[in-house]
């Protein structure tokens, strides 16, 4: 038989293969991916839910200094101070440490775990003292910056069972 008669075609190659539907393998992966960003979304969502507390109470401390230098009332200061510092300190320790502590033992615990005793031996200590002052004397500048600044370290100092 002549080589010309027979009926051959072209050789066709077959269709590439496509990106859709994919293998097992990759949708594997797509699951190990979404279950690991879900635990990185989980993680950020705690750390910053461990510090909501703290970035209100910051901003309470900034309302507190700025009612008082607007009406100069050292007995109301020295409460909200105490106020303030009683519930940040009660957001992160056990309530059985914390509500029951007054004076002294206060200010030693508000003390723990900063690296110089700011309120037992340091400008905190006024806090023991202001709501109990004649509301028309003035305080010195100087002291309530300090006091202010001692408040503000403490609440932003995490306590040591927090780390």
């Known amino acids: 038989m002549d080589p010309e008669q027979i009926p051959l075609r072209d050789l066709h190659l077959p269709d590439a293969i496509g990106w859709w539907p994919l293998a097992p393998g990759w949708w594997l992966l797509i699951a190990l991916a979404l279950i690991g960003v879900a635990f990185l979304l989980r993680a950020l969502l705690k750390v910053r839910a461990r510090g909501a507390a703290r970035r209100f109470a910051l901003r309470q401390l900034n309302e507190i200094v700025d009612r008082y230098q607007d009406n100069k009332n050292a007995v109301e200061f020295g409460a909200d101070l105490s106020e303030l510092l009683r519930r940040a300190m009660l957001a992160y320790a ?70």
């Open 94 to 163: 056990p309530r059985l440490d914390v509500a029951g502590l007054t004076g002294e033992a206060w200010l030693r615990w508000l003390d723990e775990g900063l690296a110089q005793p700011v309120f037992a031996e340091g400008p905190g200590r006024q806090i023991l003292e202001l709501p109990y002052r004649r509301p028309d004397t003035e305080l010195d500048v100087a002291d309530v910056d300090r006091l202010v600044a001692a408040v503000r370290h403490r609440v932003a100092t995490p306590l040591s069972s927090e780390n």
